[in-house]
């Protein structure tokens, strides 16, 4: 099945450091979905995007919907090591329901 | 917790035989998701129902089934099991039959031996 592209697969970073993710289609979305999965549990929603250019925060979290529909970009700023866990994007298109998901990014944050 | 239940939290069963994967979805929640994740090919979607009906399919194969109740819970049944069939399975819910947001439910382990 499809995936979407997500980078870097994996980040390993200090306690206190910003972090920068991005997810990428090769169609057109128009609804992209942010979630965190930790081992064991089922994915958590973090930010919800609905507009191109859309910029949207959550606490340390900022997520952007990209001009073109096809990226997105999620922004964690001062880590914490609660912040570790998998990172999904998903993205809807247009009146389906389905989300198609990204291939994750695993955060570590190291003290 | 975000209000979706899933049992069991753990399967493990043979090769060949059948289980039953129950969802209850959020209060309110109309449409129940079903996702498979598993590690090569990760979240992918297998179908959804929306208020008793079937809404939307995915990748789910012909082995698998699906039916939403009229008190809005949701059973995917999985039959002649193999052992790439072992995954965790995932239901969502969320009000709308498409356009919003969709809450995750803890998942079903399955192992197929």
């Known amino acids: 099945g499809q995936q979407l592209n997500q980078s870097p697969q994996s980040m390993f970073i200090q306690e206190g450091e910003d972090v920068s993710m991005n997810c990428t289609s090769s169609s057109i979305f128009n609804t992209w979905l942010w979630y965190k999965q930790e081992p064991g549990e089922g994915p958590v929603l973090l930010i919800a995007l609905y507009k191109a250019g859309e910029l949207t925060s959550n606490g340390r979290l900022t997520a952007q919907f990209g001009i073109t529909r096809k990226d997105s970009f999620l922004n964690i700023s001062a880590s914490i090591p609660s912040d570790v866990g998998i990172y999904f994007c998903?993205?809807?298109?247009?009146?389906?329901?389905?989300?198609?998901f990204g291939t994750g990014t695993r955060l570590q944050v190291t003290l | 917790d975000s209000g979706v239940t899933q049992t069991p939290k753990h399967l493990i069963t043979a090769t060949g035989q059948r289980v039953t994967l129950r969802c209850s979805p959020r209060?309110?929640?109309?449409?129940v998701y079903w996702y498979q994740q598993s590690l090569d090919q990760g979240l992918q979607f297998l179908i959804q129902y929306y208020n008793g009906e079937e809404r939307a399919k995915g990748n789910i194969l012909e082995r698998f089934s699906a039916q939403q109740f009229p008190d809005l819970h949701s059973e995917l049944n999985l039959s002649s099991l193999e052992l790439g069939d072992s995954a965790l399975y995932f239901c969502?819910?969320?009000?709308?039959?498409?356009?919003?947001?969709?809450?995750f439910g803890p998942g079903t382990r399955l192992t197929v031996l």
């Open positions: 969502a819910s969320s009000p709308a039959h498409s356009g919003s947001e969709q809450f």
């Open positions: 998903a993205g809807r298109a247009g009146t389906a329901s389905k989300l198609t």
């Open positions: 209060s309110g929640d109309l449409s």
